[in-house]
Nanobody
């Protein structure tokens, strides 16, 4: 069993920056890919970014590429999402998710943290 807790959300003006953290606890963090998703009211949940356990491979949605950076500190069982040049359309609840690298689905989810970008 893995528990994920997001933090760092809040209100920021357009063009500003914010860093989200996702702390994992419970079973071993080793061998798990991590990802961030987001969901705005009335919209489907969308993929934002992911990172492999080793940190060697990252993936980004086109909408955030060049602005967001995912990283992880396995010693701290924590994944981060550095968000720069924020836009109002980035407003959403951001969810941390993880999965064993052997399965395609993200099966563990945090409760989310609200990010609001004012225009």
């Amino acid at each position: 069993q893995v528990q994920l807790v997001e933090s760092g959300g809040g209100l920021v003006q357009a063009g500003g920056s914010l860093r989200l953290s996702c702390a994992a606890s419970g079973r071993t963090f080793s061998g798990y890919d991590m990802a961030w998703f987001r969901q705005a009211p009335g919209k489907e949940r969308e993929f934002v970014t992911s990172i492999t356990w080793s940190g060697g491979t990252t993936s980004y949605a086109a909408s955030v590429k060049g602005r967001f950076t995912i990283s992880r500190d396995n010693a701290k069982n924590t994944v981060y999402l550095q968000m720069n040049s924020l836009k109002p359309e980035d407003t959403a609840i951001y969810y941390c998710a993880t999965r064993p690298i052997t399965v395609p689905q993200y099966i563990y989810w945090g409760q989310g943290t609200q990010v609001t970008v004012s225009s």
